[in-house]
């Protein structure tokens, strides 16, 4: 008996360090090639996402583009107030840059924090955490597509599918506003 839960215990850590090293190894690798931009009069003007709804809205001159399903970090409710709290910020932003070779499939670059967020966190004497993206799944996790709705997962990030991640690239140019609502 004891023999038993020795072997399965070693079996299970070689299989979580299997994982881990996957994981480490595909971040590393990076996103692929990031989709050519849609024309002008394609692209959003406004991003909106509501956290209740687990939904992001692109919008172009008040008329709907798209709707995604999102998910967000893993204490959604709430505005994020500091590094490491887990929760997606609240407010208005901006898309201000982009990364094609991130940890996650591409990703938009959040401008949280903003001077509002900066100084509540000065005033209590913490970092108010920064690097919020959107973006698709974990390098090498893809497959997951859908299923990675099921929970709410990310650090403080909204996450897409791979797909979806290629399509918003293309029609969310840098500079385009972003209200994320409760």
């Not at 090639?33 to 919008?59: C, E, F």
């Not at 996450?159 to 385009?176: C, K």
Request: glycine share 12%; hydrophobic share 40%; charged share 15%.
């Amino acid at each position: 008996m004891i023999r038993r839960a020795i072997v399965f215990f070693g079996c299970l850590c070689l299989c979580a360090g299997g994982l881990i090293a996957y994981t480490q190894v595909m971040i590393r690798i990076g996103s692929g090639s990031p989709p050519v931009m849609a024309a002008p009069g394609q692209q959003a003007d406004m991003i909106v996402v509501d956290k209740t709804a687990r939904t992001l809205t692109l919008l172009q001159k008040g008329s709907l583009i798209r709707v995604y399903k999102v998910s967000l970090g893993a204490h959604p409710q709430g505005h994020k107030t500091q590094e490491g709290d887990e929760r997606t910020p609240e407010g208005s932003y901006v898309i201000d840059w982009r990364n094609d070779n991130s940890i996650a499939h591409l990703s938009l670059h959040i401008s949280y924090p903003n001077q509002e967020d900066a100084d509540q966190a000065a005033a209590r004497g913490i970092s108010p955490g920064g690097n919020i993206m959107l973006h698709g799944i974990l390098n090498g996790w893809g497959g997951l597509g859908g299923w990675h709705r099921l929970w709410d997962w990310t650090n403080g990030c909204i996450a897409v599918t791979n797909e979806e991640m290629q399509e918003i690239w293309s029609l969310v140019p840098t500079g385009t506003p972003i209200r994320i609502e409760a």
